[in-house]
């Protein structure tokens, strides 16, 4: 079984800084990791994908994560917030060749001006 | 781009009606998911299924039941809405092969309010 932990539900970060969204997973087997984003009133949009290739995974708006075995880890980061990126995180894992995905809780993301 | 419709984005029904919440997905997949998303609870699987015709419950089932006569359409059914299914509900697809290297494509939801 796969699971995923997403401390901090709410994160507010000031535009222009670094968001740093935490995500812990648990996987039997070698994991696939993904992180999607959702914007109020809106459906999930894959952000970015880990499935076994550099660890380091550059994403969509200038987001970057980086899959860490050995912590169990997969942090989302992007050097300076924007306005448009207030909105929800998901951290989602999936064992390969398992076709259910496990979702983190998710955090809450506000951009202060 | 592979697209994921849902019908409605909006639907307000009264306690007891028979809700239909239709999906339809236009790339040939052949996984496809029902999800109920509420604060503080995240996203869980209803049902799913991986093929015309077949299909699995997810995590929380009861109270609903899906249809899948075409590859395209995977429809939601709630046999007698509940105020307690009041929710946002997500429509998600995904290849075949190897679901977990593509993850989910998912569409825009429908929020569902039952009075």
């Known amino acids: 079984a796969q699971s995923v932990t997403q401390l901090d539900s709410h994160v507010s970060v000031s535009e222009g800084t670094p968001v740093l969204l935490r995500c812990n997973y648990s996987?039997?087997?070698?994991?696939?990791l993904f992180w999607y984003v959702q914007h109020p009133n809106k459906g999930l949009q894959l952000l970015l994908k880990?499935?076994?290739?550099?660890?380091l995974v550059k994403g969509i708006n200038g987001f970057e994560a980086e899959f860490k075995k050995s912590e169990t880890s997969f942090h989302l980061t992007k050097p300076s917030a924007h306005m448009s990126d207030a909105a929800e995180y998901f951290c989602?894992?999936?064992?390969?060749?398992?076709?259910?995905?496990?979702f983190g809780k998710g955090n809450q993301v506000v951009v202060i001006p | 781009d592979v697209k994921v419709t849902q019908s409605s984005r909006y639907l307000v029904k009264r306690t007891g009606e028979k809700v239909f919440l239709e999906c339809v997905q236009d790339?040939?997949?052949?996984?496809m998911f029902w999800y109920r998303q509420d604060p503080g609870l995240g996203l869980r699987l209803i049902y799913f299924?991986?093929?015309?015709?077949?299909?699995e419950k997810g995590d929380i089932p009861e109270g609903y039941s899906v249809s899948r006569e075409k590859k395209e359409r995977f429809s939601l059914i709630l046999e007698s809405a509940s105020t307690n299914q009041t929710s946002m509900y997500l429509c998600?697809?995904?290849?075949?092969?190897?679901?977990?290297?593509?993850?989910?494509?998912f569409g825009s939801g429908t929020r569902l309010t039952v009075v």
């Open positions: 998600a697809s995904s290849p075949g092969t190897d679901p977990s290297f593509y993850g989910y494509t």
């Open positions: 996987s039997s087997y070698s994991p696939s």
């Open positions: 880990y499935t076994s290739a550099a660890t």
């Open positions: 989602v894992v999936s064992a390969r060749g398992n076709n259910r995905l496990a």
């Open positions: 790339m040939d997949h052949e996984n």
């Open positions: 299924s991986y093929d015309v015709k077949m299909k």
